[in-house]
């Protein structure tokens, strides 16, 4: 199915002005020889201002109040060794000396510093300097050019010392206050203290984005949630904006409205993947928030620029703008290009000069090591481009937002904390945890469930700022309310709760949620996952987790559990899982089981006999036998025999004779008949069928647009390529968005995402074009691969994945051709197209 019918609002239209090429040479070129990113957006041109040896490893910049452009260079992130360069950090200061407007005076501003990360301007000629374990500001007390007065804001101390997961973005306006993040720090504990001795524990939650006086006190937790919010800015109306990174398989990264206890879902605890179900990432859990826009890999500063946030994207060597469209009490956004570099682009740091031109920093090389190699470059406006921030104004709900500070009655703040708009109500939510007569566990029959939830939000950040402020018998108290309400949102909220805090007290009580009746899928895999946790301290990291797989088999093979508890624990175990065997399966399926878990341990036998590999050919034989006893068993219902016969797709070149014995045999029911004909033609070929032009939308409408059979498309689905690359109910791929969420959409928008795949495609799933130093071409979707390694993943349109050396890439840009392939409706006869769309969209209307 098409890619662009993710319904997230900001997975929409990619925006980019032009091509580029994207060169891959295997040296850094000699200074004369540079060839500058390209422009794409038009009103811009962009020249080189500084190079190696004047600059090596520059990391975040901006201008002080006279004018000089302040500079991280960077000598502390992994030297190599018998590293020639300094041993410590250091900060130019670059500056006019004769107002020609060229930054022609190099001065060291700051000669110290290790893991040096971020800068902000104070008043009062300050200068605000994260490293990975302080907040320090300096400045230059007597006016030769160099910072002679330093005072430490806050400490971080913390086992970790990787030197860009600890604190870094920073962000400072009018208000008095130093907005700094906390990377994901790999989950250990930590205690920030600041000059005045308040302080922030913690360890295991994510990022985080802190506050602090810039006299160093009143040390505060504002967010949490995040990977690393490395880059930090206010916009013109003084919202906070953050850009982070994302975990290892859990692509894209963020571009977030940071508002004051907001929780955007990612916690290390539950692995460095960013897949398990106690994690979110787009706002799929209760009590966490969606991001503004998903941006390119690696981004880095995040700054206002015209009615637009400019981000540094390292990753994929561009500088990307966001023009913000309101959305209740927050915004959303598009991701737009300026400039795209090749692979020696990788932009950090974003700064605008008083003359309204744009300089940006160049790390050149994909290496995390310092290589005293840099570039800085000068975007300068030439058709009256829009520079000084002028983002929109705050909208009605946002000004709801910023009041519900200020409110101090329960009762209106519960109801503010009822809306379906998540920001606003999470304004109330952040407010409630700060009054002293929050209501307890006793309380929360007497609230809507709406309310109930934000009770427990509130008592969880109070909790998460200030521990001590929650006793054990409050928060298992709240947990135990949550655990046994009749609303899913406050269930699935208290779950991650309990497994936050490793509750085996109330495991007998959590374990109890999978007795309740008509568990959703969702509501399933994360009480699974609590329990796993909680019992093990295990995290699934991508698919695979030795203590979820124990608890799902020992629930599918409990006879005296529900049928359709059963099917949920099948559906979670992976084909290559060792139990439960094709033996086991087998013997589950009674008659008298009910088609859902019937239907279950199909679709585990048909994942066996399309993935087994050589060295596990007996499991797929053992799996294809079983399916044939199914498919010829008149005891079974004829959708769960037809759904075994569909399921010899994979392997029918080698059972045609049973195949055709299916269907040659007229006493045999039409539906499985029918399926094995469909099979067979997937080895003969489609029947010669007259079908309208692929153009002509209205015919195509009146052809497949009504009618079908939902469950024979469900087949369809299981067996053509959809099931490469989309997910549907827990079974397929990931590449391409989860669709069993299309009911909704209408059959027309579906259709056409078939007919057109390449009319709209969102950022996450927008293809590159790549060509090889031979000539080969190939289209692909990048695959999330971390750290810096010397190839980057790929996956074809087919759902396999493919790997290309750095070095043997001669250039590749983005395609504006889906990865999903055109003519997939000829791959069908027009009866399985109908059926497919019956299966993605029930027609209501009959």
């Not at 996956?795 to 504006?816: C, M, N, W």
Request: proline share 6%.
């Amino acid at each position: 199915m098409n890619c662009h019918l993710r319904q997230t609002k900001w997975f929409s239209s990619f925006l980019l002005a032009a091509a580029f090429i994207v060169a891959m040479p295997d040296e850094v070129r000699s200074q004369d020889s540079l060839v500058p990113p390209v422009v794409v957006e038009l009103g811009w041109e962009i020249e080189l201002v500084l190079a190696e040896p004047d600059i090596a490893t520059p990391v975040m910049c901006v201008f002080d109040s006279q004018g000089a452009l302040l500079v991280i260079e960077s000598h502390t992130h992994f030297p190599p060794e018998n590293y020639a360069g300094p041993d410590h950090d250091r900060i130019l200061r670059l500056s006019d000396s004769n107002q020609d407007g060229t930054l022609d005076r190099r001065e060291v501003f700051f000669d110290q510093g290790k893991f040096t990360m971020g800068l902000a301007v104070l008043d009062d000629g300050w200068i605000a300097v994260s490293h990975r374990d302080d907040i320090i500001k300096i400045r230059d007390t007597d006016g030769d050019g160099k910072a002679d007065e330093t005072v430490t804001l806050a400490t971080l101390d913390t086992q970790a010392n990787y030197p860009h997961n600890g604190l870094s973005g920073l962000a400072a306006n009018s208000d008095g206050w130093v907005y700094f993040g906390q990377g994901e720090n790999f989950g250990e504990d930590y205690t920030l203290v600041a000059a005045d001795g308040s302080k922030q524990v913690g360890g295991g939650e994510g990022g985080n984005v802190f506050r602090v006086r810039t006299d160093g006190s009143q040390l505060e937790r504002v967010a949490t949630g995040f990977w690393n919010p490395f880059g930090m800015c206010f916009d013109s109306e003084n919202r906070l904006w953050s850009a982070g990174n994302d975990p290892d398989a859990m692509p894209p990264c963020r571009l977030m409205h940071v508002v004051p206890g907001g929780d955007f879902g990612f916690e290390f605890q539950f692995g460095r993947g960013g897949t398990h179900p106690l994690q979110s990432w787009l706002g799929e859990l209760p009590g966490t928030l969606p991001p503004a826009a998903g941006t390119g890999e690696a981004p880095c500063a995040v700054v206002p620029i015209g009615d637009r946030l400019w981000v540094a994207s390292w990753g994929d060597n561009r500088i990307e703008a966001y023009r913000l469209t309101p959305d209740g009490a927050t915004l959303t956004s598009q991701t737009e290009t300026i400039l795209q570099g090749d692979t020696l682009f990788r932009p950090v740091g974003i700064a605008v000069a008083p003359d309204k031109s744009v300089y940006i920093t160049d790390w050149v090389r994909r290496d995390y090591s310092v290589h005293q190699t840099g570039r800085i470059w000068r975007l300068k406006p030439t058709a009256g481009q829009p520079v000084t921030a002028a983002q929109p104004p705050l909208s009605d709900d946002e000004k709801s937002a910023v009041a519900a500070d200020a409110q101090n009655k329960i009762d209106e703040l519960l109801e503010l904390a009822s809306t379906t708009d998540r920001y606003l109500a999470q304004a109330a939510v952040t407010k409630l945890s700060l009054l002293e007569e929050l209501p307890a566990a006793v309380s929360l029959n007497e609230f809507s469930s709406q309310a109930s939830l934000a009770v427990l939000m509130a008592w969880r950040w109070r909790e998460l700022c200030n521990p001590s402020s929650v006793s054990e018998a409050q928060r298992q108290a709240l947990i135990t309310w949550g655990l046994s309400s009749n609303d899913q949102a406050c269930t699935l909220f208290s779950l991650r709760w309990a497994a936050e805090r490793k509750e085996t007290a109330l495991l007998s009580k959590i374990e109890n949620v999978l007795s309740l009746p008509k568990l959703s899928p969702q509501l399933f895999e994360v009480t699974v996952a609590t329990i796993s946790y909680v019992k093990n301290g295990t995290a699934r990291s991508g698919v695979r987790d030795p203590a979820r797989e124990t608890l799902l088999y020992t629930l599918a093979k409990n006879s005296a559990r529900a049928a359709d508890l059963r099917a949920l624990a099948v559906q979670g175990i992976p084909a290559a899982a060792d139990h439960p065997t094709n033996q086991e399966l087998s013997e589950w399926l009674a008659p008298n089981v009910g088609d859902t878990l019937q239907r279950e341990i199909i679709r585990l036998l048909i994942d066996r006999c399309v993935s087994a590999d050589a060295e596990h050919q007996a499991v797929r034989t053992s799996a294809v036998q079983t399916l044939q006893s199914i498919a010829a068993d008149m005891q079974f219902p004829i959708s769960v025999r037809a759904d075994a016969v569909s399921g010899l797709a994979s392997v029918a070149r080698d059972h045609q004779k049973f195949l055709s014995k299916l269907n040659d045999d007229r006493a045999i029911p039409n539906e499985i008949r029918e399926e094995a004909q469909r099979v067979l033609s997937s080895i003969a070929g489609i029947p010669n069928q007259k079908r309208p032009p692929v153009e002509d939308l209205d015919s195509w409408l009146q052809l497949v647009g009504k009618g079908g059979d939902a469950e024979a498309g469900a087949r369809v689905f299981q067996r053509s390529t959809c099931i490469k690359c989309h997910l549907h109910e827990g079974r397929g791929a990931m590449t391409g968005p989860d669709l069993t969420s299309l009911a909704g959409q209408t059959r027309e928008r579906i259709l056409k995402s078939i007919l057109y795949p390449s009319s709209e495609i969102g950022p996450l799933y927008v293809p590159w074009k790549i060509v090889t130093v031979d000539g080969d071409v190939k289209i692909g979707l990048k695959m999330p691969t971390p750290g810096v390694g010397g190839s980057i993943a790929f996956q074809a349109s087919d759902g396999t994945p493919f790997y290309v050396k750095l070095e043997d890439i001669e250039f590749h840009s983005f395609s504006r051709q889906s990865i999903m392939p055109n003519g997939l409706e000829q791959t069908m006869s027009i009866g399985e197209l109908r059926d497919l769309l019956a299966f993605l969209a029930p027609d209501t209307s009959e």
